[in-house]
């Protein structure tokens, strides 16, 4: 069943925990440059309850509103990531081959890297995987599976 619009940027749909029913979801176009996602990301991802199913996955590029050199507000990329790293998204805040902290800065991650995630929001359950691409505008699929 799809429910994120599948579109460039992150997609993130938030399930329930005991049911297992959808709730929301939403896409956020951190690529457009115009940094006008990072705000509604940031309020999105704070909304969701603890203890809700929370999974994200990136498509095509994901990153540019994230670069120092993308021209975004430091504080707004500084509230972005911390509300990443509420819902576990490790990997995405600290990918291997630049630092992802303070001052945040995502300039040396490959276009288009795939990334795929799962986890339970205000616990330490997640899983997900990150997959570098290179020279390749189509990402590299990557897979998560979770069981409660």
């Not at 805040?93 to 929001?121: L, R, T």
């Amino acid at each position: 069943m799809q429910r994120a619009n599948n579109t460039r940027g992150l997609n993130i749909v938030v399930v329930n925990e005991t049911t297992g029913a959808y709730i929301n979801d939403d896409t956020f176009d951190t690529y457009d440059a115009s940094c006008s996602a990072l705000v509604p990301l940031t309020n999105f991802i704070n909304s969701i309850s603890a203890g809700r199913i929370v999974l994200m996955a990136a498509r095509d590029e994901w990153a540019r509103d994230f670069k120092q050199t993308g021209g975004c507000p430091v504080a707004q990329r500084d509230a972005a990531y911390t509300a990443l790293e509420s819902i576990h998204a490790d990997t995405l805040v600290n990918i291997p081959d630049f630092p992802f902290s303070p001052p945040w800065d995502a300039g040396n991650c490959d276009y288009a890297s795939s990334y795929a995630m799962i986890s339970v929001k205000g616990s330490g359950l997640y899983t997900e995987q990150y997959s570098q691409n290179r020279n390749n505008c189509s990402g590299v699929p990557v897979t998560v599976s979770y069981s409660p």
